[in-house]
């Protein structure tokens, strides 16, 4: 229970980062450290090298761009939490924190090191799927980008090279006043989602629904999006019926299973977070007029 | 590769100069270099909280990080609550509120769930009850069922004494 031993290194700025993971042998990256410790503590990882990613203050950061956020790597939880930007801008991240961990692992866990960490019952990663953010990584060879949906490689596993780090995660704006919706079911409040759904909408001044978006973590090996569900939704009045009709297609979905939950447990599961998503992000869309 | 590394951590306002391997976690340097046992480590995966300490004013689970990552920052413990020996040793109102309210029994969790509801009471004086439960939630207790826990912290929130000894 105590980690093995290894060589501390804490780069100044991405550049040496990115020069110490293309020349280590055997080298870890160390972001929040909220997942990574309880990995070294009980010897799941032994690195010879650790790169802590702590000092690097330009990966620290919530930047306003033209149509979307961009978000630092090794920006806290808590402050994303308690940023009024993002909360303007991006309101289903800040309904999404609320579930992640307890408020001892926001103070210290980042948005990037819950990426790359890449739990399918975490939460962080269904956001960046819902709202199709893009992901920008970094190493000594060069900086490349991709669409959020390109970023798991399978189960637990990023799409990055030995050498590259999770720089940036850019997050599209929704139209002000869109509706917004996150739930989880798990066994306690701050452990991760057996299954969890995230839902944006936008509807007309007719209440009709012009664009919807649905994603479903705990389901799959990744963040699932439910393309029939979110096509299904659009062009009609949205209403708590019409998410109860819609979402039934979620049960014929592949699910996993585990020691938390049997695939057709899952499944019923995934109807149920998905409507009460929905119900959700409707009942937060601000009245016509606004 | 594994040299021992000399930092200073600053724990309740006095400067420990220790020399630890970058391996050590910020619960074993504080127990074990800085002789300050009242931080109890538990689980040392980050599930129980009995290792929170405050860290910038923030509860931390100082078994999530490593000693040589604390440096320059500034640490809490429980034995900064109480007023020093020489200043009368009057304990901090949340200590004085768990032994009134039985909010301890064998004692394990005791100094996690102070710190915790000592940084949470000086950032958020006014918490409401549904958040402190919530708060609360994070660190685990095996004696008291958490009532009298959850009672001692409302009962020095509303006595207005969160930062007081």
């Given at each position: 229970m105590k980690p093995p031993a290894f060589a501390y290194h804490d780069p100044g700025t991405v550049e040496e980062a990115c020069s110490l993971m293309a020349s280590l042998d055997n080298a870890r990256l160390l972001a929040g450290g909220q997942s990574m410790m309880p990995m070294l503590n009980m010897r799941f990882v032994m690195p010879d090298h650790l790169v802590d990613l702590?000092?690097?203050?330009?990966?620290?950061t919530i930047e306003e761009r033209p149509g979307a956020l961009r978000i630092g790597a090794m920006t806290r939880q808590r402050d994303l939490e308690h940023s009024a930007v993002v909360r303007a801008r991006c309101p289903l991240l800040v309904d999404a924190i609320?579930?992640?961990?307890?408020r001892q692992t926001r103070n210290r866990g980042t948005i990037g090191g819950s990426l790359c960490q890449l739990d399918p019952a975490a939460e962080l990663p269904s956001v960046c799927a819902a709202l199709d953010a893009t992901i920008t990584v970094q190493s000594a060879r060069g900086t490349r980008t991709m669409p959020f949906a390109e970023f798991p490689a399978g189960y637990m596993t990023p799409s990055l090279e030995p050498d590259e780090l999770l720089t940036h995660i850019e997050l599209p704006d929704w139209p002000r006043g869109h509706g917004h919706g996150f739930v989880e079911f798990a066994?306690?409040?701050?452990?991760?989602?057996v299954v969890l759904a995230a839902a944006l909408l936008v509807t007309d001044a007719a209440g009709t629904i012009t664009r919807a978006s649905l994603t479903l973590g705990g389901i799959g090996p990744a963040p699932v999006r439910v393309a029939a569900v979110e096509q299904a939704l659009v062009g009609h009045v949205a209403s708590p019926a019409l998410f109860r009709q819609v979402t039934e297609a979620c049960r014929a979905l592949e699910a996993m299973e585990d020691i938390h939950a049997p695939a057709s447990y899952r499944q019923q599961l995934a109807v149920v977070m998905s409507r009460r998503a929905l119900d959700a992000a409707l009942a937060s869309i601000a009245p016509a007029g606004h | 590769m594994a040299s021992k590394m000399a930092i200073t951590l600053n724990v309740n306002g006095t400067e420990h100069e220790i020399r630890v391997e970058p391996r050590k976690t910020l619960s074993d340097a504080l127990r074990g270099e800085c002789g300050l046992t009242g931080t109890n480590v538990g689980c040392?995966?980050?599930?129980?909280?009995?290792c929170t300490v405050l860290m910038d004013g923030a509860p931390v689970r100082s078994c999530l990080m490593f000693a040589v990552q604390a440096q320059g920052r500034e640490l809490r413990t429980v034995e900064g609550l109480a007023a020093s020996s020489k200043d009368g040793g009057k304990l901090h109102a949340l200590q004085q509120a768990f032994i009134d309210n039985h909010a301890l029994q064998c004692g394990f969790c005791t100094s996690g769930f102070l710190m915790l509801a000592a940084g949470t009471l000086e950032q958020q004086p006014d918490i409401d009850d549904e958040s402190l439960r919530e708060v609360l939630s994070s660190n685990l207790c095996?004696?008291?069922?958490y009532q009298n826990i959850l009672r001692a912290v409302r009962q020095v929130r509303d006595a207005g004494q969160g930062g007081a000894r």
């Open positions: 702590g000092r690097i203050a330009a990966l620290s609320q579930w992640v961990g307890h066994r306690r409040h701050g452990d991760y989602a | 040392e995966h980050g599930v129980c909280g009995a095996r004696c008291t069922g």
